[in-house]
DNA sequence: GGAATATATTAACATTGTTAAGTATATTTG
DNA sequence: CAAATATACTTAACAATGTTAATATATTCC
């Protein structure tokens, strides 16, 4: 059974212990093949043991979409570097783009999916009007920062700059969802001669948003 | 039983009467809770026979994706009437963002749920590539016209139209997204003073957009 | 009328999330 | 030390889900 070895644990290991079985799962067969039975089943629990760890499977869901914010933050973290902001602002570009294509189902769950969300809305708060985003904020702020600081060199005169970093962010999730969903790549199967794939559709659009940017000097 | 009623139509039509009964209730509550067996309980056959008429569940939800797009062409086929390619641009997106906040439901099944065009790939076609998108290219299209034809106005000097459409339906597809599944909303909550509320930050986004666009003459 | 075909159903399988009730084990209390 | 309590976990079950195989019931054709 193995009983002996997982009981050595100390106490409250074990919500780490679900969330590590419910990440690796997650991150090899997807959120839908990710169900509390097989998790329990992966760490010897019964099925039920995680009811006691987490309210329900939005909790885990939030839990993992956390998970993939940290992971996203180490890539964004080496960009604090690069000095010129506009510079900056194509690295965070092509780091988004890169998180987005390669943690597809990371991305998914923290931008797409309502399940994390409806977490904060139903089960977190106190709060009637349902939870805060702190995880989308805190991205938003060092993107928010560098549109502004473009701002001082000269980019994206007259804007707002809180209103012109969502629009920045909105066309860079556009294209990556887009791109990792499939329909990008379902679109170009048709023969207009678009793109060869989606994922060079993808590239050839962020080029050009960049060029774009570029020119709003 | 009502059985006689229900007799009475011609053969064939039950096809219809499957998705008319799915998109009644997929209109009401939603995707995911249109079950098989909803959808037979509330036209009186058992669950099974609509296996008869439609592959899977993928293959319901193609069809429901198709009324979607459809739903889209009326209300996209006024549009034709505005002569000035970059007042027409202006108009497809206004309706483009009315449709997905007002059409939620089909907007995700149309252009962020992976489920129909899963069916593209393995249930409709012979090829092995996965058959082509139709209803997006379709879609597509008349946006490339457009942003042709305002190339021949002056507008988006340089740029190659085909990136340049796809780069502006990213970034539509990306506020409209963001703002339908909450994130938006979520992020407003935090005490950021970013935007009243997601709808409020959509309208803001789409008008710099605009204005971004149209300075690109 | 009997055979062939089309159409629909019953029953079942393997899943899913979730809850109520029960059972050990450990800890505290008298 | 023995009893009461609290902690940690499990068993069993409910109500759904998509889906398939086997079966029944009409209808059509010869």
Sequence with gaps: MGIKER???????????ILDSAKSLFMKYGYEATSIRKIAAEIEFSPTTIYLYYKDK???????????????AEKFSALSNVEHPFERLKAMGRTYIQFATENSDF??????????????????????????WKEGANTFIPLLKTVEECQQYGYFKGQDPKTFALLVWSAMHGMCSLTI????????REKLDLFENGKQALDAAYSSFIELLGNMK
């Design 181 to 188: 969903h499939g329909h990008l790549d379902h679109m170009c």
């Design 7 to 17: 009981k050595e644990r100390h106490k409250g290991d074990l919500k780490q212990l």
């Design 58 to 72: 939005s909790d885990i869901a939030y839990a993992l979409h956390r998970e993939g914010f940290k992971l996203m």
């Design 107 to 132: 991305y998914e769950l923290m931008f797409i999916m309502k399940e994390p969300l409806d977490f904060l809305d139903t089960s977190c708060s106190d709060n009637q009007e349902g939870e805060e």
